[in-house]
C-alpha cells in the first residue's frame, strides 16, 4: 500500500505532508505507518517507515528530523540532519534539504512557512503546550531566521476534534484562570465533564499572535481509525499501547 497523506493550500509553495497510517510496514496494534521510536513496535520497522516518509519528502533518511517531546513551549533551531539537542516540541530551520518531523497521536501537528524567507516551522502543541505557549514560540525563533510574522502560513493537520475530547473542571479551570474568555472554546458534556474544542485554541493562539494565515486541516484521529492513531481512542479500548503520527515540512 502506498504512503498516504494530507496537505494544505496554504502550504502549496512548500513540500509537506501530514501522515496518515496508511502504507507502513508496522503490523497489529500499529499496523501501517507507525513512525514513533517511543512506542514498543520494534524498532528497525519504525525505522523502515521513517525511511518511506523520507523518500516520499525527497529526502535521504538521516535528513528527516525529530526531537524528543514533552508538551513543553520549548523551540530548537535546526541547521543540519541528524540528531537534536532537546527535549523540545517545536522546530524551526531556514536549511534546504532538512525536513522537520512532528510526532502525534491526538494532539496538534502545526506546520508553518514564510516562503518569501525561507523559513519553516513544525511544533508538537497538546492542550499543555499550546496553553504554555509552544506556537507563540515557534513564531519567535522564525523570525529570528528572518521570517515576517504577517508572512507566515501556519495548518493544524489531523487532531482531536471536540466531540471525542472529554475533560474535566480542573482541566477547564486552568484555561479560565489564563483568560476567562477562554470559555468559549469548551461545550457541556455529561456531568461536570466538558468538551473542548483544541484545534480552535489553537487557532485562537495562531490568530492573537499576528500570524498571517492559519487554518485547521479538519480531520479527528480519534473517529477515523482506518487513517489515523489515536491515544485517547487507544486507553478507551484498553489496548498496550498506540502509534504515533508524522507530519513533515521541509524547504
Known sequence: MTLEFLTSDLLRDTQHGFFTRKGGASSGIFSGLNCGFGSSDQREIVSINRTRVAGAMDVPPEALVTIHQTHSPDVVVVTQPGPQSGPADAMVSAT???????????????????????????????????????????????????????????????????RAYEVGPEFLAAFLAEAPDNARFFAKGQGDRMMFDLPSYGLHRLRTAGIGQAEWIGHCTYHDPDRFFSYRRTTHAGEADYGRLISVIRL
Open 96 to 162: 534546504p534539504g532538512i525536513a522537520l518531523g512532528i510526532l502525534t497521536a491526538d494532539c496538534q501537528p502545526v506546520l508553518f512557512a514564510d516562503d518569501s524567507a525561507g523559513v519553516i516551522g513544525a511544533a508538537h502543541a497538546g492542550w499543555r503546550g499550546a496553553l504554555d505557549g509552544v506556537l507563540e514560540s515557534t513564531l519567535d525563533a522564525m523570525e529570528s531566521l528572518g521570517a515576517t510574522r504577517a508572512n507566515i502560513s501556519a495548518v493544524i493537520g489531523p487532531t482531536i476534534s471536540q
